[in-house]
């Protein structure tokens, strides 16, 4: 199983690649995604990993409230949109 983490604050230059490589120091990551504004094309600082579930909740713990280019990073599991 897999577990989708939310990842908010971040800085507005943070790329996709860069999320995966931070967070690979704390497990195996599968995926990783910024969300963008449709018009701009500019980040909307957050984005989310997808990584196994043992690795996952090892993510929300190591890196919740930890420094990231200067900005506390918010992580958790993601909530579904209904």
């Known amino acids: ?8 604050n971040l800085p507005w230059t943070t ?3 860069d999320l995966t490589v931070y967070f ?15 018009e701009t094309n500019r980040s909307r600082g957050f984005g989310f990993v997808e990584a196994e579930d043992e690795d996952g909740e090892k993510m929300i713990a190591e890196l919740d ?6 900005r506390a990073l918010t992580v958790n599991e993601a909530k579904i949109r209904e």
């Open 65 to 70: 409230g930890k420094e990231f280019e200067g």
């Open 15 to 17: 790329t996709p690649e």
């Open 24 to 38: 690979s120091d704390y497990g195996k990551v599968i995926s990783s995604r910024i969300i963008k504004e449709k």
């Open 1 to 8: 199983m897999t577990k989708t983490l939310y990842v908010g």
